[in-house]
Antibody, heavy 121, light 110 residues
Framework: QLQLQESGPGLVKPSETLSLTCTVS??????????WGWIRQPPGKGLEWIGT???????YYSPSLKSRVTISVDTSKNHFSLKLTSVTAADTAVYYC?????????????WGQGTLVTVSS | QSALTQPASVSGSPGQSVTISCTGT?????????VSWYQQHPGKAPKLMIY???NRPSGVSNRFSGSKSGNTASLTISGLQAEDEADYYC??????????FGTGTKVTVL
């Protein structure tokens, strides 16, 4: 069955760029009719939707993060990525990668296990 | 876009029913029948429990039900069980083609 696994640095310095990758196993990131995205959760706080990329390459981002976020897909490596620029301590969170079908209008159906990213000097 | 508003906590005894509200605006909850609910146990990824206001994914207990009226959606858990103790988040599609989550509700089984 398809699984998602986040990877990337657990510690990022303020003002630098946070980069995470979500590896897709048991399936293909280029499968049609799916949306791939990212959601985060600061420690002890609620969920925040970051954005998503569709099977056709269209991207949709949270208005509050839009100026700093890029989500992309690399079909040759069967993974998709998140880049968040100019990070501050407020970006410290568990970052989840996720997938949903185009047939279901939800933020996510399948989730990765999450990875904690701390922003600190 | 602002987070949808949920009560911080609700509680009930085993076998009872609890209802969690989720209040948004005419640009999200009130605009579409695309409200979903997630259950999250500590240290775990969220799990989809309800989509399209009232539909349950395969494998989700029929003790979970959803509804919506105007800008407010609700999740009801019937026959409360110890395993239902968790955090619950609502989510809605928005008129900006984005998604927004609720503030989260902690359900305690007394």
């Amino acid at each position: 069955q398809l699984q998602l696994q986040e990877s990337g640095p657990g510690l990022v310095k303020p003002s630098e760029t946070l980069s995470l990758t979500c590896t897709v196993s048991g399936g293909s990131v280029s499968s049609g009719s799916y949306y791939w995205g990212w959601i985060r959760q600061p420690p002890g706080k609620g969920l925040e939707w970051i954005g998503t990329i569709s099977y056709s390459g269209s991207t949709y981002y949270s208005p509050s993060l839009k100026s700093r976020v890029t989500i992309s897909v690399d079909t040759s490596k069967n993974h998709f990525s998140l880049k968040l620029t100019s990070v501050t301590a407020a970006d410290t969170a568990v970052y989840y990668c996720a997938r949903r079908s185009s047939a279901v209008a939800v933020a996510a159906v399948l989730w990765g296990q999450g990875t904690l990213v701390t922003v600190s000097s | 876009q602002s987070a949808l508003t949920q009560p911080a906590s609700v509680s009930g005894s085993p076998g009872q029913s609890v209802t969690i509200s989720c209040t948004g605006t005419s640009s999200d909850v009130g605009a579409y029948n695309y409200v979903s609910w997630y259950q999250q146990h500590p240290g775990k990824a969220p799990k989809l429990m309800i989509y399209d206001v009232s539909n349950r994914p395969s494998g989700v207990s029929n003790r979970f039900s959803g509804s919506k009226s105007g800008n407010t959606a609700s999740l009801t858990i019937s026959g409360l069980q110890a395993e239902d103790e968790a955090d619950y988040y609502c989510s809605s599609y928005t008129s900006s083609s984005t998604y927004v989550f609720g503030t989260g509700t902690k359900v305690t089984v007394l």
